[in-house]
């Protein structure tokens, strides 16, 4: 007997009864009625297994438009949402019981010299920086912590359980990292299709704010992106493409 689902042919259900030797040949063992009954239950039975694969279905779409909302399509980073999501998650865990306190350090980055490139070369050029930008830190943060596309150029690393020590080597790896892919400079090529000649001074690269807290909460985390905001702003203003560290408060005056 054959099932579909909305005229489309999806199986078949084959029904079978043993005959013992001793039965006749003229016994009849199923009129008409029985097999209405019969395909009735088929149906119903397709029917259930049709709603249980569409409710399987619609919780992976579910599942897949909650992570677009908190990932940057782009690059494939967690956004903002991600990032508040993922600090919030774990204080609400720290607070059942199900995960300790712990102290964080947080890498605030903003790309330099990312305007020119965007304007000289084109947006397709500016996106194929930002994806590269975003592998680096990627490969540079491990399995310490995570990456945010904060907006626009910038970007966050933010690493619970590591020091402010933790987090000034991981800014000495980005550059020696970017020093390697020669500021992605055959990233551009390749995507322009030919050379270019970029000065040293329009060479991608990026300043980094960094600033450590005692704790990994909402709040705390909001305190390390202010200073390390702070540190960032300060390097953007003088030599850009290094980084600066947030102690104390006398950091703030010194921005």
Not at 34 to 63: G, H, V, W
Not at 204 to 212: H, L
Request: glycine share 6%.
């Amino acid at each position: 007997m054959p099932l579909s689902v909305d005229d489309e042919l999806t199986g078949y259900m084959i029904a079978a009864i043993e005959l013992h030797d001793n039965m006749t040949n003229n016994i009849i063992f199923l009129d008409r009625n029985d097999i209405t009954i019969f395909k009735f239950a088929l149906r119903q039975l397709n029917d259930t297994l049709y709603r249980l694969k569409t409710r399987d279905e619609i919780k992976e779409m579910n599942k897949k438009l909650q992570q677009s909302a908190v990932t940057d399509l782009l690059t494939g980073l967690l956004n903002r949402q991600g990032f508040a999501k993922h600090v919030g998650d774990y204080e609400y865990a720290v607070k059942a019981g199900r995960k300790s306190s712990t102290c964080a350090v947080v890498l605030y980055m903003d790309l330099d010299n990312f305007k020119f490139c965007n304007d000289t070369f084109g947006h397709a050029v500016g996106d194929v920086i930002l994806k590269a930008f975003s592998r680096l830190f990627e490969r540079v943060c491990g399995d310490k912590g995570y990456v945010v596309r904060y907006g626009g150029d910038e970007f966050l690393m933010v690493m619970p359980g590591s020091s402010l020590e933790e987090g000034i080597e991981s800014a000495k790896q980005i550059y020696a990292e970017l020093e390697k892919e020669n500021n992605f400079i055959g990233q551009i090529e390749k995507a322009v299709h030919g050379s270019v000649d970029i000065s040293d001074e329009h060479k991608v690269s990026c300043s980094i704010g960094i600033a450590a807290v005692p704790q990994y909460d909402r709040d705390s985390v909001d305190i390390a992106l202010k200073h390390a905001d702070t540190r960032l702003y300060a390097v953007k203003k003088s030599e850009k493409s290094n980084y600066s560290v947030w102690y104390d408060e006398s950091d703030d005056e010194q921005a």
